[in-house]
């Protein structure tokens, strides 16, 4: 196995890096002009106007503390299990696990799929 990084996953860290920093210009250097954006369960949205505009959810203090468990990639998608915590506004921490896909298109991203689930109790409820 090899320890070269593709220029798909050296892109995913780079925009992991800007959600740690809260760094709106390096998250949206990342992505394509027409980027979409699923949260499921929580919303969609298309264009990096709308994508600037989210990155801070609503109730939420960034900037996020993100871990990568793994990553993997398949032709033009890059796959990515995090763990995380996010400060709410209230002062209360939120724990989550969260698997992310990356469609990527010339070394951005044009399209994240993302499922997020709160832990309340340990690592794994």
Known sequence: MSGV??????T?????????????????????????????????LTGKEAYDAAI???GFVPPPRLE????????????AELTGTVMRETGEPMRMSMAEVFRMRDGRICERR???IELKRNEYV
């Open 68 to 79: 990568v468990v793994r990553m993997v990639e398949e032709d033009d998608v890059v796959m």
């Open 56 to 58: 801070e959810g609503p």
């Open 5 to 10: 990084t593709s220029e798909n996953k050296r």
């Open 114 to 116: 993302a499922w997020v």
């Open 12 to 44: 995913v860290e780079t925009y992991l890096n800007g959600f740690r920093k809260n760094d709106h210009a390096q998250i949206l250097s990342c992505l394509t002009d027409d980027i979409e954006w699923t949260v499921f369960g929580g919303f969609h």
